[in-house]
């Protein structure tokens, strides 16, 4: 005697799906093209500097702020002689804030360093 369970087919598996595997040429690419996009980058922001250089020099002109000498008094302490554009500020650094000092008399035109 047979059963129905005998009779009836199974159905078909599914076809599983297969995705190709990564090729060399993929991967060669993939690097090419981020190559490519980080020399791009360096060139722009190397563009970017040497531009915004130029406009702080010229912002540094305006403001007449000239640093005729600094010394290291200590690894903590610093000291800065600033000329302006009628006189001179010594400025003292040190880890618990900064020190301005007038200095008496207009600025001389021309320092020796």
Not at 43 to 70: D, F, K, M, P, T
Not at 73 to 89: D, G, H, I, M, Y
Request: with cysteine; glycine share 6%.
């Amino acid at each position: 005697m047979t059963t129905v369970t005998d009779q009836v087919a199974a159905p078909p598996p599914l076809p599983l799906r297969y995705d190709d595997p990564i090729s060399l040429m993929l991967i060669i690419k993939t690097l090419a093209i981020t190559a490519l996009l980080l020399a791009v980058a360096y060139v722009a922001l190397r563009w970017y500097s040497r531009r915004g250089n130029v406009g702080i020099g010229a912002r540094n002109e305006q403001a007449g702020l000239h640093c005729i000498a600094n010394l290291r008094l200590s690894p903590r302490t610093r000291v800065f002689l600033v000329k302006t554009a009628n006189e001179q500020v010594l400025i003292t650094e040190t880890p618990t804030g900064a020190t301005v000092t007038r200095l008496s008399g207009p600025a001389p035109a021309t320092l020796a360093d």
